[in-house]
């Protein structure tokens, strides 16, 4: 006989939040489309060769990034302290065992100081937890080239970690022109492009050692970390697996995951797709229009993402915004919003992973909570 939990048959001990914060990790990131759900489930009731599946998902991620290989990870963050950990080390088994210990290897980590955000922890942490040392550039709001050619000729470096993220300070940070610099230095370069699977054969045309994404955010597959780039480079990431990585490894259930969510993203319609959202953005503004107090406006991503979505800005400033998010999260169901401008009286609304009739809900929660 096979019991399962009685929530999974009636109401659920909590309730389910309406996401307008984007693929942000406290509300669970995103949904997986039933395909990708049985997938999971499959590979669950299976006992399955890891490296097998690892050396598809890498022909996979190959064919999906423009990228010579790919490897999965068990996230993001991992994925960073992965490539950390293969800059310093390689594939040399005895450099491998000995990290965290990083001592005799090339430990240091350039970073442009606009780029040491902290997405729930900080970037840095990442770096450390693979035996790196930080070693910022320029200054909190602005890294220029004169400010890293000096680092990345130290003999110490052992590589360059740029962030392409909206939480970056530098908006006018030149990648390309640092991705050469390091590459004239011999210093690999390692992308953290989490939310950025959309723009990845962007990030991969730098020719960067390394990219690194999330397959949980708009892929929607189960929480895993992709790590694309070098062959040699991503043949060192997975054999990390011996050493520090093995705390990072992936389940097999997120690389069947990974798989069949990168099966459907082949298949999409990314005009009809963008459409899509932008329907559902133009939905919202106009049944915020005339909000007292409030100012709904349709913004493009900074990073250039096809992700369009609604700015609100708030006539009574900071205090008005940040009481408006908290009212949000008092309502049934409970309203979560990007809060990362309510210093600037802004909350900003992502709706890729809502539905139109749960575009209604929200605004029709929004101009309660707002009332």
Known sequence: MTTTPAFLHGRPPFGQPLNAAGTFTPVGVSRASPAVAEATAWALQRFLVIDEWQDLASRELAAFSGAAAGTVVHCAAAGLTLSVAAAMAGTDPQRIAQLPDSEGLRRVVVVPAPHLIDYGHPLATDIRLAGGTVRACGRPERCTGDDLLPALAAPEVGCLLLVSSRLTRDPAFDFAAAAEAARAAGVPVVIDGAAQDLRVRELVALQPAAVVLSAQKYLAAPTAGLVVGEAGFIEAVRAQQKGIGRAMKPSKEA????????????????????????????????????????????????????????????????????????????????????????????????????????VDALTGALRRGLA
Do not use: C, Y
């Open 255 to 358: 690389l069947v995951g990974v798989l069949a969510a990168l099966h459907e993203r082949r298949a999409l319609d990314l005009g009809a797709w963008w459409r899509e959202q932008e329907a559902k953005v133009r939905q919202a503004v106009d049944a915020l229009g005339g909000l007292a107090g409030v100012q709904a406006l349709r913004v493009p991503d900074p990073l250039g993402a096809p992700v369009p979505r609604v700015r609100l800005r708030f006539a009574g400033g900071a205090e008005a915004a940040r009481r408006a998010a908290q009212a949000l999260r008092r309502q049934d169901p409970p309203v979560w919003v990007m809060e990362h401008g309510v210093a600037e009286g802004v909350l900003t609304l992502e709706l890729i992973a809502l539905r139109a009739d749960e």
